[in-house]
């Protein structure tokens, strides 16, 4: 008998909405591969837990969500989350693990002032694993860190029930130009997956600046790694699937699945 041949499944895992712009970027580059987005709503925001209680409960949280849907990789779309859990994942799954950490390297590279803002959580700017991005890749900048407790959870609701985020936005343009060096700076990472969602009012709110995530290298490095498993791309006249799971107990508002319908995805029971 021929084995039936299915299309690789990508995980997709973030507290909440972030895991959209990571799989954009993922569905972009490799749209015959079928996506989970998974939104850990109850645990949210990540970016306000303590270390190893984040570690324990992601690790938890994955396991419990591959038992049920399985996934063929996963995408750890989450900075406040990879920055301290990839270790730990990677020693509890068999399937391989792409971290999203802050692209602290690129911006490095691209910045021609050297000073280059760091809009993140509180979490991911409290890390050993930023500290050290920025000591081995840009050790010549002048980095302007803001960890923002309220940029994540303002685009959550955003997506859940359409709250108002302009006040929040202008506080982030506050933020970031109180630092007595914000006139040079030149480029800012978005080193918060929720962020890029709202690339476009931030750049309308701070222009001449230059916006960098991880959703295009990371896409690349899903593909590498799908291609390193050997695992079938070219499936003639397969659909892929866009699936988003809900982790928590409250239910999706008739706005979140309105919204995620009209990016092409559906949501499923967890
Ligand atoms: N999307 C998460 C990140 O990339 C942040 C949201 C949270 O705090 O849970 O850091």
């Known amino acids: 008998m021929i084995p039936t041949v ?29 996506l989970l987005y998974a939104m850990d709503h109850g645990g949210f925001p990540y970016g306000e837990w303590q270390e190893s209680a984040l570690v324990e409960h992601i690790c938890q949280a994955v396991s419990a969500l591959l038992q049920r849907h399985s996934a063929d990789i ?10 301290a859990v990839l270790p730990a994942l990677r020693n509890s799954l068999s399937i391989p693990v792409v971290g999203v950490v802050p692209a ?31 000591h081995d890749f840009a050790s010549d900048c002048c980095i302007i860190p803001v960890g923002s407790r309220v940029l994540a959870p303002a685009i959550e609701s955003l997506f859940w029930q359409e709250s108002p985020i302009d006040a929040v936005l202008e ?23 929720h962020f890029p969602l709202l ?48 982790l928590g107990e409250e239910p999706a508002t008739p706005i979140l699945i309105q ?3 009209n990016m092409g995805l559906s949501l499923i029971d967890y």
């Open 6 to 34: 299915h299309a690789p499944r990508v995980l997709i895992f973030d507290s909440g909405v972030g895991s959209l712009s990571i799989g954009a970027a993922i569905h972009q580059l490799i749209p015959q591969a079928n």
């Open 74 to 83: 996963l995408v750890m779309a989450c900075n406040s989350a990879s920055t």
């Open 104 to 134: 602290i390297k690129p911006a490095a590279q691209r910045s021609r002032s050297k000073v280059i803002g760091l809009l993140a959580t509180p979490g991911t700017i409290a890390r050993a694993y930023t500290a050290q991005l920025i």
């Open 171 to 193: 506080q982030i343009k506050a933020e970031l130009y109180s630092h007595p060096r914000a006139a040079e700076m030149d480029t800012v990472v978005l080193a918060c997956t």
């Open 199 to 246: 690339q476009k009012p931030l750049a309308a709110l701070m222009p001449n600046l230059e916006w960098i995530d991880s959703g295009e290298a990371i896409a690349r490095r899903v593909l590498h790694v799908l291609n390193e498993l050997n695992l079938p791309l070219n499936l003639n006249g397969s659909t892929a699937k866009r699936e988003v799971v809900i």
């Open 259 to 261: 919204g995620l319908e």
